[in-house]
């Protein structure tokens, strides 16, 4: 098991050097709420978000929680045998009081899954995750936060599980602000999941300690703006602290187009208790990808981002962002989102459009692929193919949800020949950090460590903020509006 160390010590010269400098000095550990470092075992205010398909690898979490940084293992788009393998190697290697944890994300498709997952995190005793794409709590999201729910020696109840809720939205927010659905309780003490003990003290803590604020971000988005959502949410957490006091212990932090330290900072002044940040990790020696995907993105511009369906939710238009440059993977996926909703079959589509897309998209015939694709719903999900086979619209989004899959893994194995179907989610905070790096060292990803990059982000956004304190503090000018001195 590995031992943590004190706070950032080997890990950033930077932070050594620029302590006790002027008397208005900000510190990086000042930065965001005093709980957040303790309720997490955490050195700084700063989390690396989960990564699909273990891109947020085992060493990157590692890495992070050995710099005593939170950092969350990508476990969407896994096999549940291949999440047991990775929670059970990290589990062995860090420790249940190490700062780190486990991306949990709603299955849309099979919920059922979930309950799977959280035998895994309970098997392994995970004491945290970072709960993605919920729109209601699901069962198996309640019955992690209450297993092991207790009352501490103060009277209070001390959970045993942390949530850290990834929202875009103030009515998914609500949910989690509150207490867990006292339905889904009863019928987890039902169940046997929880004691009757258990269901009371759950009516007296909100579902989760932590909510990140997602705006437009790398991967999966809502497309919302930082500054006005920020702000949104605040209030709305002090409005349900007024009915449901916990509600106000709840940390609320910021992510989405976080990849310089200025927008830290930004994140900081707007009252974020944490920042989160995900796509430049993606660009880190760390990130389970491959150098091709890393050499593309450590060259992108703010303008180098698009947006396509998203292949897990393609038939209800969700989106994704991803990198543009490079691949034709946004434009290819627009048009088969657009062909999906204009033809109610694969035959109704015209040859030479399909050939093209056979050619192009594929590489392979629409034959070859609907025989990989109905061969794994046999497998994993027959009920689906059957629907499917019945249903010749439904057949239609399998076989273009099949170039979704296709074209993550080619990004992934980062082969040549095939960049131009790479599928890369990533946001403008890559670039905000190609930006911020340029010149230095850092500017070649091979250099770029995951908890490097997150302490220097954090130490340079505490350095803005004291530049511009000093700016705005010393000698103004003589103002032309009213102020308390002049008036
Ligand atoms: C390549 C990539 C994969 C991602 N996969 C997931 C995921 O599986 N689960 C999740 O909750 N968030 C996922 N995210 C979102 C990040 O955890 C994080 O919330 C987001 O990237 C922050 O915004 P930013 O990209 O602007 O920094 C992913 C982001 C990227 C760039």
Redesign the pocket.
């Known amino acids: 098991m590995m031992a943590v160390g004190p706070a950032l010590t080997n890990a950033s010269p930077h932070i050594g050097a620029r302590q006790a400098t002027t008397p208005m000095s900000i510190r990086p550990e000042a930065l965001g709420a005093p709980s957040f470092l303790r309720a997490h075992n955490v050195a700084l205010a700063y989390v ?6 273990g ?2 690898s085992r060493a990157m979490v590692e890495r992070l929680a050995r710099a005593r940084l939170l950092g ?1 293992f ?4 896994m096999a549940a045998a291949q999440i047991a393998d990775e929670v059970a190697t990290l589990a062995r290697t860090l420790g249940q009081d190490a700062p780190w944890g486990v ?1 949990f ?1 709603h299955n849309f498709v099979m919920p059922e899954a979930e309950e799977q997952v959280v035998d895994i995190l309970l098997r392994h005793g995970v004491r945290c995750i ?4 919920f729109i209601v709590p699901t069962p198996a999201l309640v019955r992690y936060r209450l297993t092991g729910l207790a009352m501490g020696a103060d009277g209070h109840p001390v959970a045993r599980h942390r949530i850290m809720a ?1 929202v875009s939205r103030p009515e998914v927010a609500r949910r989690f602000l509150a207490a867990a659905d006292p339905e889904i309780i009863r019928m987890l003490v039902a169940r046997g999941h929880v004691t009757e003990a258990q269901a009371a003290l759950a009516a007296r803590i909100s579902l989760a300690d932590d909510l ?1 604020i ?8 809502d497309r919302q703006v930082a500054l006005a959502l920020v702000p949104s949410m605040l209030r709305l957490r002090a409005e349900v602290a007024g009915d449901f006091p916990p509600a106000g212990r709840v940390r609320v932090g910021a ?5 310089a330290p200025e927008a830290a900072a930004a994140a900081f002044v707007l009252g974020a208790d944490f920042v ?7 660009c880190t020696v760390e ?1 389970a ?1 491959s150098d091709l995907v890393k050499d593309m993105l450590a060259a992108a511009a703010p303008q180098d981002f698009d947006t396509a369906p998203a292949g897990d939710m393609f038939e209800i238009g969700a989106r994704v ?1 991803v990198l543009k440059r490079g691949t034709l993977f946004a434009a290819r996926a627009n048009r088969l989102h657009e062909l999906y909703r204009s033809h109610a079959s694969i035959e109704d589509i015209p040859a030479p459009v399909l050939r093209e897309i056979e050619e192009r998209y594929f590489g392979r015939s629409v034959a070859a692929v609907w025989d990989e694709t109905a061969r794994h719903y046999a497998a994993s999900a027959p009920g689906a193919l059957a629907e499917a086979e019945a249903n010749p619209h439904k057949k239609l989004a399998m076989i273009f949800r099949w170039y979704f899959i296709h074209s993550a893994r080619l990004a992934l194995a980062g082969e040549v020949g095939a960049r131009s179907n790479f599928q ?7 670039a905000a950090c190609n930006a911020w790096l340029a010149g230095t060292p850092l500017a070649d990803w091979r250099r770029r460590h995951v908890d490097d990059l997150g302490i220097r982000l954090m130490s340079e956004a505490a350095d803005h903020l004291t530049r511009q304190l000093v700016r705005w503090t010393a000698g103004p000018p003589p103002s032309i509006f009213p102020t308390e001195s002049n008036r």
């Open positions: 690396v978000g989960g990564m699909v398909k891109i947020a969350f990508g476990t969407g788009g991306n994300l970072e709960a993605s794409a990834k990140c997602e705006a437009d971000s790398g991967g999966h988005t992510a989405g187009g976080i990849g989160l940040t995900g796509s430049l990790n993606q990130a990808t962002q890369i989610h990533a946001g403008p905070a890559m």
